[in-house]
Antibody
Framework: QLQLQESGPGLVQPSETLSLTCTVS??????????WGWIRQPPGKGLEWIGS???????YYHPSFKSRVTISIDSSKNQFSLRLSSVTAADTAVYYC????????????WGQGSLVIVST | QSALTQPASVSGSPGQSITISCTGT?????????VSWYQQHPGKAPKLMIY???NRPSGVSNRFSGSKSGNTASLTISGLQAEDEADYYC??????????FGGGTKLTVL
C-alpha cells in the first residue's frame, strides 16, 4: 500500500527558504501516469495546490508561487522535494504531499501533513 | 487562477440528504470531467471521496455521489450520519495544466 510522509523543519525564519521532502514507500516514484504534488493549508483555511512533478522531472506550478517555488525529484531515494523561497508569515501552513493521476484531480494518497511556521 | 466557489457551510439532520455545490469556469470544471471531492476531518489529511465527477474509490460509501452541469459540480451525501460531519473540498484540473481547489464547505450534522 502506497504511503507518503513529509519531513522537514517545523520553523523557518522570514525571508529564508522553506524545504520539505516527501518520502514515498510501498511503490515506485517512477511509475508512469502519476504526478507527485504539494498542497498546503494555512491554519483555519482551505487547500491550495502549489505544484506537481512527473518522474521525468517535468514540473507544473501554481502561478502565484512560480517565482518562488522549486519542486524536484530524487528517484534513487524515492523522494520528491519542495523549496519555497523568501517566505513570510503568510506561508505558515500545513504542507501535504500527494500522488495524483496525469491530468485528473485525483489526489490520493496523501501524506499526514507537516506544519511549517514562519516566524522569528 | 481563482479558487473554485463553494458555500461556506451546509447542515442537515441524520438520515437526510445534502448537496454541496462547487462553481468554476469554462477553463476548469466546464472544460473537463476531472472534478474530485475530498473529506477532511479536523487535524487529518484530506481523503478522496469522488473522482472524475462521479466515480467512488474503493471503500467509499455509496451514500456519496457526484455530478456536474456546465461549470458547476455537486457532491450529494444521502442518509447523513454523524461521522459525515467534516470539511469538504472540490478540486478540478484546468486548461492551464494546473490544479485548483475550492474554498471548502463545513458540513454540520444537526
Amino acid at each position: 500500500q502506497l504511503q507518503l510522509q513529509e519531513s522537514g523543519p517545523g520553523l523557518v525564519q522570514p525571508s529564508e527558504t522553506l524545504s520539505l521532502t516527501c518520502t514515498v514507500s510501498g511503490g515506485s516514484i517512477t511509475s508512469s501516469t502519476f504526478y507527485w504534488g504539494w498542497i498546503r493549508q494555512p491554519p483555519g483555511k482551505g487547500l491550495e495546490w502549489i505544484g506537481s512533478i512527473y518522474y521525468s522531472g517535468r514540473t507544473y506550478y501554481h502561478p502565484s508561487f512560480k517565482s518562488r517555488v522549486t519542486i524536484s525529484i530524487d528517484s534513487s531515494k524515492n523522494q520528491f522535494s519542495l523549496r519555497l523561497s523568501s517566505v513570510t508569515a503568510a506561508d505558515t501552513a500545513v504542507y501535504y504531499c500527494a500522488r495524483h493521476q496525469d491530468g485528473t484531480a485525483e489526489f490520493a494518497p496523501w501524506g499526514q501533513g507537516s506544519l511549517v511556521i514562519v516566524s522569528t | 487562477q481563482s479558487a473554485l466557489t463553494q458555500p461556506a457551510s451546509v447542515s442537515g439532520s441524520p438520515g437526510q440528504s445534502i448537496t454541496i455545490s462547487c462553481t468554476g469556469t469554462s477553463s476548469d470544471i466546464g472544460a473537463y470531467n476531472y472534478v474530485s471531492w475530498y473529506q477532511q476531518h479536523p487535524g487529518k489529511a484530506p481523503k478522496l471521496m469522488i473522482y472524475d465527477v462521479t466515480n467512488r474509490p474503493s471503500g467509499v460509501s455509496n451514500r456519496f455521489s457526484g455530478s456536474k452541469s456546465g461549470n458547476t459540480a455537486s457532491l450529494t451525501i444521502s442518509g447523513l450520519q454523524a461521522e459525515d460531519e467534516a470539511d469538504y473540498y472540490c478540486s478540478s484540473f484546468t486548461s492551464s495544466t494546473t490544479w485548483v481547489f475550492g474554498g471548502g464547505t463545513k458540513l454540520t450534522v444537526l
